[in-house]
């Protein structure tokens, strides 16, 4: 794919909201650790230098070879990478009196800079750095600075080699959308031709090359990510795409039967697989959170590995795997050790023997519910809150038996149903129940009670790194408690999580 755009990452936490930025503006980008540029770099238009955690005065600082990037492709360095073009070119970075750290206005701009095109003084910017810019590097020109910040920006003369102090790609900056677009459409030359359609048109062709007449089996959760990639990969190969549907027995009230009935109408050649006592057997006794996941996890494999035996002559295996999984795997420092063993079916054993196939390997979470949409899948799929992979067995706080899944079930459905019914369903990211281990003193009609505590979490996010819990309306979680207690046998209190991430998780294991 031409016109690409390079993210150069130096461990920055902001370097996928900069490519999310960029895809935004319709600009295709990919991100790649600075120590692993590509050799062949003629499918790019432009690079960007992402912020980092290091300072480019310490013995580890980051120090990638831009000699076949400088100079030969247009830049746009960000905080770590302006500073780093300074302090090894003849400029000079020291540590700042104060931590730059927030909101700042741009107070000089110079006149007639494409950079800062449609740009105007006192625009709001978002400064993260705790070393600054004294000196600019040779031929380095100012291009703006904020109060406390004289070379917030500059540019290289001779090159189209452009450097900032602050983040364009968080909110807080008004007009980073703006900059960004100045840097890659207006200097760089960029094509804005990245859409959705243009996604789905590329990628049926590309699958139909790669698979030809081959099976596939795709195990489907019901979610977002594996219903698009099914829905491409029947675009382009029909009948020999075989989707698998497990029922874990950990699932939500009558989902198996209602996702299954949605998929029949989607043309696509689905087999449902009840084996919810194979689970419940699987998980007996356990109470660790990652002994669950881990007998969940395996029995899957040994569920799946049934099912894709019965098909025959099967050459691959399709996941729902999204761009940051990818990212993940290869980050500046290395696999993430908080990856849980349950996420993806990528650890399905060797004896399978299945290539890979993974439709959506370079979308964001946001751009795969784009592409739903082109692909017309319908509204209230695409709109599903993400929901765990080990289900509710990791909001079943302990061991798992079939009456504490029931209870659990029955409270989630009336708190999902509710939010539904006062039209909170869509403003919340994820929202769920969980059965807690305790058990508290209660009085229902003359008589005392001693049964089961739930909590309720509701939060808004927009791809789960970072989540507020919401302010719902006090009358609804009045009603939702109220109901829950009346109607679910074994609980007699309800309490409501306000716990943003970080520093709680979303999910309570």
Not at 91 to 116: C, H, M, Q, W
Not at 151 to 166: L, V
Not at 359 to 382: A, H, N, Q, S, T
Request: charged share 25%; glycine share 8%.
């Amino acid at each position: 794919m031409q016109n690409n755009v390079l993210i150069l990452d130096f461990g920055s936490q902001y370097t996928q909201l900069i490519a999310r930025r960029v895809r935004e503006l319709n600009i295709y980008c990919e991100i790649y650790p600075y120590h692993k540029i590509p050799d062949d770099l003629s499918g790019f238009k432009a690079v960007i230098l992402s912020g980092s955690p290091f300072s480019v005065r310490a013995e580890d600082a980051p120090h990638p070879d831009l000699s076949q990037i400088r100079g030969k492709l247009p830049v746009l360095a960000v905080c770590y990478g302006a500073q780093y073009l300074a302090h090894f070119n003849g400029g000079k970075v020291e540590p700042s009196g104060t931590r730059e750290y927030g909101r700042a206005n741009l107070t000089v701009i110079k006149d007639g800079e494409l950079l800062f095109d449609e740009i105007k003084e006192n625009s709001q910017v978002w400064m993260s750095h705790s070393d600054t810019i004294m000196e600019l590097p040779e031929k380095g020109v100012r291009l703006a600075s904020t109060t406390d910040v004289l070379n917030a920006a500059y540019r290289i003369d001779g090159e189209e080699t452009y450097a900032i102090q602050f983040h364009p790609e968080v909110y807080h900056s008004t007009d980073g959308k703006q900059l960004l677009e100045n840097f890659l459409v207006k200097i760089a030359g960029t094509s804005q031709s990245w859409t959705p359609g243009a996604f789905v048109d590329l990628t049926v062709s590309e699958l139909k090359e790669k698979i030809g007449d081959d099976k596939v089996v795709l195990g489907l959760s019901g979610g977002v990510d594996s219903t698009v990639a099914a829905v491409l990969l029947h675009k382009a190969i029909g009948k020999n795409l075989y989707c698998i549907f497990v029922n874990n027995g950990l699932l939500r009230k009558n989902e198996f039967e209602s996702v299954l009935d949605q998929y029949k109408h989607m043309g696509l050649n689905v087999k449902g697989v009840d084996a919810s006592d194979r689970f419940l057997e699987a998980l007996k006794g356990l109470s660790d959170p990652e002994a669950k996941r881990k007998a969940i996890g395996n029995t899957f494999i040994e569920v799946f590995d049934d099912e894709a035996h019965e098909i025959t002559d099967v050459t691959y295996l399709a996941q729902g795997t999204i761009y940051p999984d990818v990212i993940e795997s290869v980050s500046v420092n290395g696999p993430s050790v908080t990856i849980k063993s349950h996420h993806n079916v990528g650890g399905l054993p060797d004896f399978m023997k299945l290539k890979v196939v993974e439709p959506l390997r370079m979308l964001f979470k946001d751009e795969v519910r784009r592409v739903g949409k082109e692909l017309e899948i319908d509204k209230e799929l695409l709109g599903r809150h993400p929901f765990p992979g080990p289900g509710l067995a990791i909001r079943i706080l302990g061991d798992i038996t079939a009456e504490k899944v029931r209870i659990l079930q029955e409270v989630d459905h009336i708190f999902i149903q509710g939010l539904r019914d006062w039209m909170l369903y869509d403003k919340v990211w994820q929202a769920g129940a969980i059965l807690l281990p305790v058990q508290s003193v209660g009085v229902m009609g003359d008589e005392r009670t001693y049964e089961q505590v739930v909590a309720l979490r509701a939060v808004e996010s927009t791809d789960g790194m970072t989540a507020d819990w919401v302010n719902l309306p006090y009358e609804f979680l009045q009603k939702t408690s109220n109901t829950i207690i009346n109607r679910v046998k074994g609980v007699n209190r309800v309490v409501y999580d306000i716990s943003s991430k970080p520093p709680a998780t979303i999910e309570w294991e």
